[in-house]
């Protein structure tokens, strides 16, 4: 099985903020990061991230239901000092769950996910933009979209999440 999981740029550091692990069917695979923040979202991404890794190195199977748990446990302990109550402390978390057959996505925030094969481009998670809302809602074609000051400002959600938020589990989806 080969997984390549690869963030918009290189450079700047991503391998810290990877998550990149295996068993011997299963790769648990990811980008947990407060790219964007205002505030600490950075830091409330690397505590959450270093709780996670602690949490599932020792996991022998992974299943979704449990991945979303340890998300959303991790998330609740950020430490005061790393909560920002004025520009906020949240963050992007995009975790690929893939085995021999399928993939399965758990995400929420800035990072997509997509398929790419000799079948055509299957996107399994793509964040909620600005403008998106603007197409549904007809204030903006697609040809203003694309070239619209703010087409890349996610509007979440993000982790930790709002009280009735919720981190988007993708079906299983086939590998080619």
């Known amino acids: 099985m080969i997984v390549d999981f690869a963030p918009p740029t290189y450079g700047r550091g991503w391998s810290s903020v990877l998550i990149d692990l295996r068993n011997k069917t299963q790769a648990l695979v990811g980008i ?19 709780r996670l890794i ?12 449990q991945i979303v748990s340890d998300i959303l446990q991790a998330s609740a302990t950020i430490p005061a000092e790393l909560q920002d109550a004025e520009f906020d402390h949240s963050f992007s978390v995009t975790v690929a769950l893939v085995d021999q057959k399928f993939v399965r996505v758990i995400a929420a925030g800035y990072f997509a996910v997509g398929i790419f094969s000799e079948r055509p481009t299957q996107v399994l998670f793509k964040p909620q933009m600005l403008v998106d809302g603007m197409l549904r809602i007809g204030t903006l074609t697609l040809d203003q979209a694309k070239l619209h000051s703010m087409r890349n400002i996610c509007v979440g959600p993000f982790i930790p999440l709002p009280t009735n938020g919720q981190l988007t589990v993708t079906q299983p989806y086939e590998l080619p």
């Open 54 to 65: 602690e949490c599932w190195r020792e996991i022998p199977t992974f299943n979704t239901a």
């Open 32 to 50: 947990i990061d407060g790219v964007g923040s205002w505030g600490a979202g950075r830091e409330a991404a690397e505590w959450t991230r270093q």
